[in-house]
């Protein structure tokens, strides 16, 4: 990799920590408190490699194939999110890889994650996706479907259920913060049910839109674009 190339990164990581750092202050919110998961879906195995030496250590793939293959070619102290679907057939293989599935979308895949869990003797931390913004292909969970999961996820000894994950419509930022907002209120509802499980995090907003994510409670932030786009 050239020189521009890791300049290029270093610069757009200065300046991505910086908009963070400000969302943080106006937010009243704790800087420790949000993670960058810099989405690495785009960019060679090198380019991330080059990240994690910049300091970054949460990387993201949305394909579970892209991830095995990146994780053995990158340094153990990586720690995996998977963000996208997980088909049923990729699961033995992913869990032992990943520190956090963040797409959890339909109760059949969480009850053969709890499966393979007590199989692997893994306690897993996924996130339930929910689509908050109600477009009609997008996946996860409907906000009212999620709303009924309560005794589902209670009835999960395995897997620790940390949270909500979303996808923003691709619009302006500041129409994306209801459906920010509507994770939020879900998660506290479903908090209110669910005793043995700690629903702490909120996995939302990407490039487009990840400052008003934060202003709304985001303790995962998953950013792609922002990170590897050129400067020039
Ligand atoms: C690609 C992707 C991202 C990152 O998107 P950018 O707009 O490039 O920041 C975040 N979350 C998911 C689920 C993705 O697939």
Redesign the pocket.
Known sequence: MDERTRENLRANLESVEHRIQQACVRAGRSRADVTL?A?T??VTAEIAAALVELGVVNL?E?RPQELWRKADLLPKEVQWHL??HLQRNKIERTLPLVEWI??VDSVRLLHALEEAAANQQRRPRVLLEVNASGEATKQGFALTEAAGLAPTIEALTHLHVCGL?T?AAPIEPEACRPTFRSLRNLRDTLQREVSNHRLDHLSMG???D?EIAIEEGATYI???????ESRD
């Open positions: 998961v989405v879906k785009t993201g949305n963000i996208g963040h797409a994950m996808m990407m490039s487009n990840f998953r950013l792609g674009t922002v990170l590897f």
